[in-house]
């Protein structure tokens, strides 16, 4: 039995289906028939009939597979999840494609992960706490800018990673509905700081101590690369007609370079935005 399928997903697995397939490839059916949630992840299964026989698409990150190879949809969901996250492993190391924000930071991280996999002794592990404190300096340089400090304040120094985190957290998620993220990031940081700075000076250091360090860094990577982008596009996190969470950005081939955020709720939609806009900056059509 079907599951509920929105439009705005049938034409997103109609476009990624045809992108895939031969230039005369024609779609004769299309339903998602399964949403699993697994180790956090959400995947969607659709069942595609073509022109060039049945297929299954699915999700997170989507990929398509042929019914004749996995006449079952289990069989290929769990085909699915082990491929990707060999997928993410392989990523770790190679760096996850991230649109400009903090490009630097990422381009350090990666270079702590390849530390890390070279690593056999203890300052070789050591070393990788070196890269991922480079790379939390390297956020400072990419993101910090002098109207974030008060005027009251004195200016820290580049490498005070941890008062400009803080500076950092109080600009990009102001306001009083945000003081526990704001919290959050900036106890997160600290930690991860010291945690990176105790490793690069510690004796009996090992693998896994470099690669928590390793994972740390790349969470606080993660958190303000996201609120940054947040805070760069200005979307709302609620739908501002209905008050629900469920938001889509809306990528369209018709659309390109323009795309515009929809409410799977009540079906509201946003403005069309540029690829290219930042906050305050909407193109209108």
Known sequence: MAVDSPEHQKRNIEQYFLGQSPPETEILHLEKVSSRSVMGHRHDIWDVHSSEGRWWVITEMTNLYSQERFPS????????????????????????????????????????????????????????????????????????????????????????????????????????????????????SKEAWEYTNWLTHARNVGRWDAEIAIDATAHVLNLFSSIRLRFETGLPDRCPACGSYRLAPIYDWELLPHWYTLCEACDWRSEKRHVDDRKGATAQE
């Open 73 to 188: 949809a289990d069989e290929c969901l769990s085909f699915h999840v082990g491929l990707m996250i060999r997928l993410m492993d392989r990523e770790r190391s190679e760096g996850t494609d991230r649109p400009e924000v903090l490009a630097e930071a990422w381009r350090r991280h990666v270079r702590a992960v390849e530390a890390c996999d070279e690593a056999n002794e203890a300052e070789d592990f050591q070393t990788v706490g070196v890269r991922c404190r480079e790379a939390l300096l390297a956020v400072i340089r990419e993101t910090s800018d002098d109207s974030m400090v008060p005027s009251e304040q004195v200016k820290p120094k580049t490498a005070d990673f941890k008062h400009w985190s803080e500076l950092l957290a109080n600009h990009y998620a102001a306001g009083a509905s945000n003081a526990r993220l704001r919290s959050y990031i900036k106890a997160t």
